[in-house]
């Protein structure tokens, strides 16, 4: 989409960006270092808002920065992507979370991996059809946040098919077993526990909401997900040994998450460029399976109907990209390692709770409409369709 700006005439027109604005000497050193050549003229830019309708407890401000300048052969066009990430107390959301636990909660999620990474020399790493964006400027603060300049990157805007998700994942397993992005894996020094995950996340909003009788009373839950109860209550039961397998199993490089949204699919080749690095560190084998297969299913862009037969397809997909790397894994193991990645992160996690909490919200402000009503329903039955799969992989793979 095109944008029409106000020529600069000096600094601080770019008032979308408030503070994580820079001067123009700077924006034209780095529409410079973008095109390779030795300095430009700034004609005009300006700054929108990103459209973006996935909420991140990591991501503060996502921005666009488009303009003109001149490197002696008439104006053309540039276009960054500016992001602010942060540590999570920033986030709204981490006002929720009970004043007893606040300081455990801020130091149990890392936050620094996506500007290590981009100041890192990964991209040279990456295995042939995975790409990063050039970042042209990243600035860490005091206040533990950050600030990227990225290159804008072009995506195919066509949805993902399923050879789409077996390619993908055949990649993320190369970069799974990559000997030269190994070096990388654990860029972020911050500790990180799957303990961690479940005392905090799980504990405090999902398993509540499976302890909770008016959860299974809502007509949506106990139409879609009533058969699924019980098996679900048996997973709870069995909660810390399934904690115990993950910390155990054998790890390797993660995106941490790889859903499609962070895996641009770029047009005319068949490789992808990856995004949103801030969950990235080691984790268990097959652990990026899980969002590449459901992320999309999650946020209501894709139905489940077709999850069993595109999970195996990946599955055994990963595998050979493993292989590719000289990395041989049975595919027993990557089986097992994506069953209880997906229940711990997306099966257990999969009732729609939020929507419960905003459909309560909407019936206190004066009503909820049957267009939410649908919404809700479907969303419950494409939850219900991961949870179904969660639990069956993981029945199947139990050693």
């Known amino acids: 989409m095109k944008a029409t700006f106000a020529p600069v005439p000096g600094e601080g027109r770019r008032v979308a960006l408030g503070v994580d604005d820079v001067?123009?000497?700077?924006?034209?050193?780095?529409?410079?270092?973008?095109?390779?050549?030795?300095?430009?003229?700034?004609?005009?830019?300006?700054?929108?808002?990103?459209?973006?309708?996935?909420?991140?407890?990591?991501?503060?401000?996502?921005?666009?920065?488009?303009?003109?300048?001149?490197?002696?052969?008439?104006?053309?066009?540039?276009?960054?992507?500016?992001?602010?990430?942060?540590?999570?107390?920033?986030?709204?959301?981490?006002?929720?979370?009970?004043?007893?636990?606040?300081?455990?909660?801020?130091?149990?999620?890392?936050?620094?991996?996506?500007?290590?990474?981009?100041?890192?020399?990964?991209?040279?790493?990456?295995?042939?059809?995975?790409?990063?964006?050039?970042?042209?400027?990243?600035?860490?603060?005091?206040?533990?946040?950050?600030?990227?300049?990225?290159?804008?990157?072009?995506?195919?805007?066509?949805?993902?098919?399923?050879?789409?998700?077996?390619?993908?994942?055949?990649?993320?397993?190369?970069l799974a077993a990559s000997a030269r992005v190994a070096p990388l894996a654990a860029i972020d020094p911050q500790p990180w526990h799957v303990r961690g995950f479940v005392a905090g996340r799980l504990a405090h909003t999902v398993l509540p909401g499976l302890a909770d009788e008016a959860t299974w009373r809502h007509p949506a839950v106990r139409e879609h997900f009533g058969d699924l109860r019980l098996d679900l209550e048996a997973v709870v039961a069995d909660l810390d040994r399934l904690a115990d397998e993950f910390a155990a199993a054998r790890h390797l490089t993660a995106h941490g998450d790889a859903c499609p949204n962070n895996l641009l699919r770029r047009e005319g080749d068949q490789g992808f460029t990856l995004i949103d690095f801030g969950f990235w560190r080691p984790q268990p084998v097959g652990f990026d399976l899980s969002q590449l297969l459901v992320g999309d299913i999650q946020v209501g862009r894709q139905d489940a109907d077709d999850l069993p037969e595109r999970a195996a397809a990946c599955v055994e997909a990963y595998a050979a990209g493993l292989a590719d790397e000289g990395l041989v894994v049975p595919l027993e193991e990557v089986r097992r390692g994506h069953a209880v990645s997906l229940m711990l992160f997306n099966g257990l996690p999969s009732l729609p709770l939020e929507m419960l909490q905003e459909e309560a919200d909407l019936a206190g402000q004066g009503g909820v409409d049957d267009d939410f009503r649908a919404r809700l329903d479907h969303r419950a039955r494409q939850r219900a369709g991961i949870a179904r799969y969660a639990l069956d992989v993981l029945a199947r793979t139990d050693p």
Request: aromatic fraction near 8%.
């Open 23 to 174: 001067g123009d000497a700077e924006l034209a050193a780095m529409v410079a270092d973008l095109w390779g050549t030795d300095g430009v003229h700034l004609v005009e830019s300006g700054a929108e808002p990103v459209a973006y309708d996935v909420p991140s407890i990591l991501t503060g401000a996502r921005s666009w920065v488009r303009g003109r300048a001149d490197a002696g052969d008439g104006p053309r066009e540039f276009t960054f992507f500016v992001k602010r990430v942060h540590h999570w107390r920033h986030s709204p959301a981490f006002a929720s979370v009970p004043p007893e636990i606040a300081e455990w909660a801020a130091a149990s999620v890392p936050w620094r991996a996506e500007p290590l990474v981009y100041t890192s020399d990964l991209a040279d790493r990456l295995p042939v059809g995975l790409s990063m964006p050039r970042a042209l400027r990243v600035e860490e603060r005091d206040d533990q946040t950050a600030v990227l300049w990225l290159e804008a990157v072009a995506a195919d805007p066509v949805e993902w098919s399923a050879a789409d998700s077996a390619r993908a994942a055949r990649l993320l397993g190369r």
